[in-house]
């Protein structure tokens, strides 16, 4: 069934109004008056519609029933990745979105290759964001999950830190598995997942990380790309919290 998130705001009275690229998507879609798809507020919740009119303002559609979004998972995780070259962020996000990531964060580390400047790194984040969006409809989310960028380690750091389980991947500590990490804590809501670039960290950003409470840990003994290591964490998270 077709997926289009709209604003709380445009959903009363038992009508659901949607507008702009939406609007669009409909016609595309050829969706004709009483057929019926999905609308989601964006907060979790969704809306099965039927298609009461559609023009070059927008459409209007009876909401016929209501109920949370089945593709909303328990905790809420997100995935802190390092500056990477191409468009491997483009696949991180996609992806992850797909397994339920919750929030994207990205950040310069010591061996990024690439560096943007915070205005080219704005414009990425907005094309990112609709990567994200399109991901959500695709995947039957019930949130677009936010798309984000920091200029430095230390505030994407103090940012991950602040998660319940919050997991820092370093390939050269193998000692300390994720699914030791995972049983560490019984309880937890929050989780950041936080990989380096393709050269991965640094010493003295483990240590950073460290001090600031972060759990360092690995995923075995093989080395995973930049773009492998966030959605191989992830699955992990998912596959433990019964989200999988």
Known sequence: MPRFFV???????????????????????????????????????DYVCRLKSADAKGAEAEILETSPSRGEPSVFCTVFSAFSK????????????????????????ERCVSRPDEASAAKKCVRWQKISEEAAKQSGRGIIPDVMVVMSFEKAIQEAAK????????????????????????????????????????????????????????MGSRILRCETAPLCALSAVMYHTDNL
């Open 7 to 45: 604003a709380a705001s445009n959903l009363f009275g038992g009508v659901a109004y949607i507008s702009g690229r939406d609007a669009e998507h409909i016609k595309v879609l050829r969706i004709r008056h009483g057929e019926l798809f999905t609308v989601c507020d964006g907060k979790g919740t």
């Open 86 to 109: 191409g468009e491997k962020a483009e696949s991180i996000i996609q992806k992850a979105v797909e397994l339920g990531a919750s929030r994207f964060v990205f950040f310069p580390s």
């Open 163 to 218: 998660a319940d389980m919050p997991l820092f991947f370093y390939e050269a500590d193998t000692e300390y598995t994720i699914k030791q990490a995972l049983l560490s804590r019984s309880e937890y809501s929050t989780v950041s997942i936080v990989t380096g670039p393709e050269g991965g960290f640094e010493p003295d950003e483990v240590l950073s990380a460290k001090s600031k409470g972060m759990l360092i840990t690995s």
